[in-house]
């Protein structure tokens, strides 16, 4: 083998066991000053919310299925909440378009009206050479026999 693949193996495999701190370490270390007290959310949090003893023992696996499906319920919620409001951004859209619409219709049909009306044809068509007819309208008869 290579000297540079050799390497010392452990006696024991390492595991989450707490540290003893000697006394020697303790004294060297400078003594920290006590802050000012104040309103801390973190503080305020892990006093009324104690969950330490969750996580003595690991990561609790057991409630993994309950805490992904929360988190599916509230990616849902979200989505739903975007769609909601996207879709409420078009019906005003659309409202407004078709109040715009609505204004050009009833513009149009005034003025279809105006222009449809007997004196305003007869003044339209009197450049061709036609003109309202004096004498009233009258019913053709025709005998039943002669067709």
Same mark, same amino acid.
């Given at each position: 083998m290579a000297p540079n693949l050799m390497t010392k193996?452990? +006696? +024991?495999? /390492?595991?989450?066991? !707490?540290?003893v701190k000697h006394e020697e370490e303790a /004294? +060297?270390?400078?003594?920290?000053?006590a802050r000012k007290k104040?309103?801390? !959310?973190f503080k305020w949090l892990d006093k009324y919310t104690?969950?330490?003893?969750?996580?003595?023992?690991?990561v609790p696996t057991k409630y993994l299925p309950h805490v992904l499906f929360l988190t599916g319920i509230t990616l849902f919620y979200i989505g739903n909440t975007h769609?909601?409001?996207k879709t409420i951004r078009k019906i005003a859209k659309i409202k407004?378009?078709?109040?715009d619409l609505r204004a050009d219709y009833t513009t149009l049909k005034s003025d279809y009206m105006g222009a449809s009306k007997q004196s305003?044809?007869?003044?339209?068509?009197a450049p061709?050479?036609?003109?309202?007819?004096?004498?009233p309208p009258y019913q053709v008869e025709v005998a039943e026999d002669e067709y």
């Open positions: 193996t452990a +006696a +024991a495999p /390492k595991g989450n066991t !707490l540290r /004294k +060297a270390k400078p003594e920290v000053k104040g309103f801390s !959310l104690n969950v330490d003893f969750l996580f003595q023992e690991g769609y909601a409001e407004v378009e078709t109040e305003e044809v007869a003044r339209n068509v061709l050479g036609l003109v309202e007819s004096s004498s």
